[in-house]
């Protein structure tokens, strides 16, 4: 019941984000989109590195 649950939550997820990005895409013009997707680019590449070491470096001082 949980792997079902757990694949039905990424179903719906891959397809909102398939749908605000139809959305975005006819709403932005070109070089809003581009800064959107831009930044979302940096954000999903930044954000597991800058999370790779540092709670077990906090729990080291604490």
């Not at 719906?12 to 709403?27: E, K, P, T």
């Not at 680019?41 to 729990?59: E, I």
């Amino acid at each position: 019941m949980k792997t079902l649950a757990f694949a039905g939550s990424k179903g719906v997820a891959a397809v909102g984000m398939l749908a605000i990005a139809a959305v975005l895409s006819r709403v932005f013009d070109k070089v809003d989109y581009a800064t959107y997707r831009q930044t979302l680019l940096v954000y999903q590449f930044a954000g597991p590195l800058l999370g790779l070491g540092l709670p077990a470096a906090l729990f080291y001082f604490l």
